[in-house]
């Protein structure tokens, strides 16, 4: 199983960035998806989830309104579209795969299978 993450970079406050991460060597489309974030010297925190046809979404209070999460099980993919962004979302992020037959977003990273490598957002004031 591999997870890669690409679209992360530097850009000012209040400008855009789309996160993407292709999946392989699973059933896509049997995973819900996740999306956290590590900044330097703090745990890593929930950003957003999405179910496994799409259909149901969650998001940190941090993000909402701001982020989007999306998916595309016949390309095995899952976008984190971040808009308005701050220096406070300056942070390593990661998407991950949960077989979770229940359904359920889970926000809790441990309830993860699969973690990709990460890529670097940094926001600039």
């Known amino acids: 199983v591999q997870l890669v993450e690409s679209g992360g970079g530097l850009v000012q406050a209040g400008g855009s960035l789309r996160l993407s991460c292709i999946a392989s060597?699973?059933?896509?489309?049997?995973?819900?998806m996740g999306w956290f974030r590590q900044a330097p010297g703090k745990e890593r925190e929930f950003v957003a989830a999405?179910?496994?046809?799409?259909?149901?979404?969650a998001y940190a209070d941090s993000v909402k309104g701001r982020f989007t999460i999306s998916r595309d099980n016949a390309k095995n993919t899952v976008y984190l579209q971040m808009n308005s962004l701050k220096p406070e979302d300056t942070a390593v992020y990661y998407c991950?795969?949960?077989?979770?037959?229940?359904?359920?977003?889970?926000?809790?990273?441990?309830?993860?299978?699969?973690w990709g490598q990460g890529t670097q957002v940094t926001v600039s004031s």
């Open positions: 060597g699973l059933t896509f489309s049997a995973y819900t």
């Open positions: 991950a795969a949960d077989f979770n037959g229940a359904g359920t977003l889970e926000i809790n990273p441990f309830k993860y299978n699969y």
């Open positions: 999405i179910g496994r046809s799409g259909g149901n979404t």
